[in-house]
Structures are given as structure tokens and as C-alpha cells.
């Protein structure tokens, strides 16, 4: 075998490579691109392509329509080739490239605003007419402004939950609620986790309310109360879910 740089004879192919790596600096091509069919040198042996070649390009692109069109674009007038799919040659690469965002002239400005204050800290906010208008109860900041909103005004009479001021549950109601959770070992009888999943006792629920009774203490009994965790007690007291003391829903 003959080194194809110096011509030296070599006895194997194993030789001539060493030779060729060894003495004149560069590796034999080991692989064919199956692209284009250049020979290539790949240390591992596991390529496919050679360099040069763009597996996705050309025929290998989904959108390949066996050649380049011509289109004069929009913005410049200046002729491109482009590869034709679904899509029309609008814009050169040049234009392209050199665009403030999608395009120059960018039609989505922002609109009107005007101003206005948060109901809750009195910050200034410049926002869209429509919002000012969408919410009876004023803008907020973000969540959090709103959530404190909602905690120091809609309450008492306000809530939607109102049925009248406090009342005095007696002094039977600890034992029974203490009752309740020994019942249900300490578990929502709702969802069911436990007061270790739920990181507390659970809520006792009265199924029939309190204030249903000419005597509070008349609702304190165990086929009245019910263990729940807090978010399932608001779910019962809203009227969401259905709960009774031997835990069906």
C-alpha cells in the first residue's frame, strides 16, 4: 500500500494510517459522508456527515421544493433567493438581520394610559382606560396589595359568608370537639390527611349550623361535628363540597 502524500510502500493499511499521521501530520479519512460522499476523518468512527454538509438543508429540509426562488423584497427591492415552502419571500436576510425587533415599523405601540392609584397603598400606576373601568373595586399593585385589600375590608357584613355577629359556642364545646378528633383520629374527613400532613389539628365542622339552634349547645354533638382540615372547612362552609361525621362527601 502506497502513502497517497510521499508514495512510501507500506506492508498494511494500519501502517499506512500511522505512517501518514505520524510523518506528515494528518489522519487518513476513515468515513464517507452519506450526504455528499466527501471523504472525512472522524477519531471515533461514528459520523455520519462530514462537516461541510447540512443534514438538515436541501432535499433534507421538509420544506425543499427541488430549488431556490428569486423574490424581490419588501422593504429594500433588493432580489434574494430564497427556498420556497407554504410561505411567500417577504423580507432579505439583510433587512432581516438589521430589524429593531420582528419588523421597524412594529404596529403593536403601546396604547393609551392614564393614571390612577392603587386602592390599597395609594402608589401611582399608569394603566389602560379599561382596566379603570373593568374593576369596581379599584387597582391594585399586584396580589399582594390586593390580597390585604380583601383581608381588611371585605369582612363583617361585607363577606359574602355573613350570617350575623358572634356567638357564644358554651362550655361544652371543647369536650366535643376534643371528642371529634379522638373519633376521627385526627383526620380530615374529606380529603383525608392527618393533622401531620395538614401540620395542625383539624378544623371541627358543624354540619347543621350553630346558629341554627335557639341554644348554641344543642349543635354540639357528635353526629353534628365533623373533622376537616382548613381548606376543606371553607370548602363545607361555602357550600362546595358535602360533608357528614362518617366521612362521605
Not at 477519531?43 to 447540512?54: E, I
Not at 354540619?207 to 370548602?235: G, K, M, Q, W, Y
Request: charged share 30%; hydrophobic share 25%.
Amino acid at each position: 500500500m502506497r502513502c497517497p502524500t510521499c508514495e512510501k510502500s507500506l506492508q498494511t493499511e494500519r501502517g499506512l494510517r500511522q505512517h501518514h499521521t505520524k510523518v506528515h501530520g494528518e489522519p487518513l479519512p476513515n468515513r464517507t459522508c452519506t450526504g455528499c460522499g466527501l471523504e472525512f476523518y472522524d477519531p471515533k468512527s461514528r459520523r455520519v456527515y462530514c462537516d461541510d454538509y447540512n443534514p438538515n438543508g436541501g432535499s433534507n429540509n421538509g420544506n425543499w421544493k427541488d430549488a431556490m426562488e428569486e423574490a424581490s423584497c419588501v422593504r429594500c427591492d433588493e432580489t434574494f433567493e430564497y427556498y420556497p415552502s407554504n410561505k411567500e419571500g417577504v423580507y432579505c436576510p439583510s433587512c432581516v438581520a438589521d430589524a429593531d425587533g420582528l419588523l421597524r415599523d412594529n404596529p403593536s405601540a403601546p396604547g393609551e394610559r392614564v393614571s390612577t392609584m392603587c386602592a390599597y397603598c395609594d402608589a401611582n400606576l399608569e394603566v389602560y382606560p379599561s382596566r379603570v373601568e373593568a374593576n369596581e373595586r379599584g387597582v391594585f399593585c399586584d396580589r399582594t396589595c390586593y390580597g390585604n385589600w380583601l383581608s381588611e375590608t371585605i369582612v363583617g357584613e361585607n363577606h359574602h359568608q355573613w350570617a350575623g355577629g358572634p356567638i357564644s359556642y358554651g362550655r361544652a364545646w371543647w369536650k366535643i370537639r376534643r371528642r371529634a378528633l379522638e373519633r376521627d383520629d385526627y383526620r380530615c374527613q374529606a380529603c383525608g390527611r392527618d393533622n401531620e400532613a395538614i401540620g395542625r389539628n383539624p378544623d371541627v365542622h358543624h354540619v347543621i349550623p350553630v346558629r341554627t339552634f335557639d341554644d348554641p349547645e344543642d349543635a354540639h354533638t357528635l353526629d353534628n361535628v365533623v373533622s376537616l382540615c382548613r381548606r376543606c372547612h371553607r370548602l363545607a362552609e361555602e357550600g362546595s363540597i358535602a360533608v357528614s361525621p362518617d366521612g362521605k362527601r
